[in-house]
Nanobody, 122 residues
């Protein structure tokens, strides 16, 4: 499966953005999907993950209560709604997919999108 993340941009602290991850192929609905981010000078970190059915979701502690992951399998698209954004959320955000149950484990993801920049100004 090929992934393309988009929807990033510049937003003020306290604002919101919604990222999308468009997947090609007909089997997107069978993949676990995750969002990761990488800030300048830092390692890439897990942000959120969602099971193929959408029934199970996982979040990093730093985004719980502010970010919501979702998916629309009919549209082959996943989403990350980001509210109450903070300057510390500034990073390149990547979507990823896994045929298993990768959850928070970066090394288990099989497919990665190209990333979209999110910048939060204070």
């Amino acid at each position: 499966v090929q992934l393309q993340a988009f929807g990033g941009g510049l937003v003020q602290a306290g604002g919101s953005l919604k990222l999308s991850c468009a997947a090609s192929g007909r089997t997107f609905s069978s993949y676990f999907m995750g969002w990761f981010r990488q800030a300048p000078g830092k390692e890439r970190e897990f942000v959120a993950g969602i099971s193929w059915s959408g029934s199970s979701t996982y979040y990093a502690d730093s985004v719980k209560g502010r970010f919501t992951i979702s998916r629309d399998n009919a549209k082959n698209t996943g989403y990350l709604q980001m509210n109450s954004l903070e300057p510390e959320d500034t990073a390149v955000y990547y979507c990823a997919a896994d045929r298993g149950l990768a959850t928070i484990h970066e090394h288990k993801y099989d497919y990665w999108g190209q990333g979209t920049q999110v910048t939060v100004s204070s």
